[in-house]
């Protein structure tokens, strides 16, 4: 197992028995996130949802068979990338998580992207593109790469998406999140030759 892994594994264990914030009391498992540590890329989204709840695992729902056709279109499995969540419990009735959830959960997703230190960070909905792009449109945004300063992490590179939930049902939306989802490894290759 890598350094990196072992890190990554450690963190998750630790803060799965955070209880910070009301969340854990009302939820059945943490979801911590998943993946490779050493992945280039790492997916963000918002919060499990009721499947996600059940099993501990993030992105395994409807929203989440959608996100593996696309990454496998772009010949990624879940194993090559990091998937995780701002909020790792599920808030109830799969409402938003509140500004304090999502404050509360803050350093335990700080970590786990200094762990990665993931190329590309790709954030999926709206509320995910908030923590780390405040006062930005995802309508304006989506598909368009950012690097953008963090205070804890430093400089990253940030690729905004629909959410995958919102998609699903939506089909201009839809499409438009395919098209950008396939803009990905170019915008790897991208940060590779520029350093
Ligand atoms: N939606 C999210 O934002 N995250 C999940 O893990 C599942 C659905």
Redesign the pocket.
């Known amino acids: 197992m890598s350094s990196k892994q072992f890190l990554l594994d450690e963190l998750n264990k630790k803060m799965s028995a955070c209880s910070q914030c009301a969340l854990r009391s009302g939820c059945k498992n943490v ?1 911590p996130g998943e993946g490779s540590a050493e992945a280039e890329v790492m997916f963000i ?5 009721q499947k ?1 709840d059940e099993l501990g695992r ?2 395994v ?1 409807a ?2 068979k959608f996100l593996d056709e696309m990454l496998e279109a772009i010949k990624l499995k879940r194993e090559d990338v990091y998937i995780a ?1 701002v909020v790792k419990c599920r808030p109830p009735g799969n409402r938003d998580p509140l500004p304090e959830e999502a404050a509360a959960c803050w350093p335990w997703l700080l970590e786990q992207i200094k762990i990665i230190q993931p190329k590309l960070i790709v954030t ?2 709206r509320h995910s593109m908030e923590r780390f792009l405040p006062n930005q449109k995802i309508s304006q945004v989506h598909g368009k790469a950012m690097r953008r300063e963090i205070k804890g992490i430093g400089k990253q590179v940030f690729y905004t998406l629909y ?1 995958p ?1 919102a998609a699903l049902y939506n089909g201009s939306m839809r499409e438009l999140l395919i098209q950008d989802f396939k803009r990905i490894p170019k915008i790897i290759k991208k940060i590779q030759e520029e350093k």
């Open positions: 979801v989204g918002e919060g499990p949802g996600e993030p992105f729902g929203a989440g969540n999926l909905g959410h939930a």
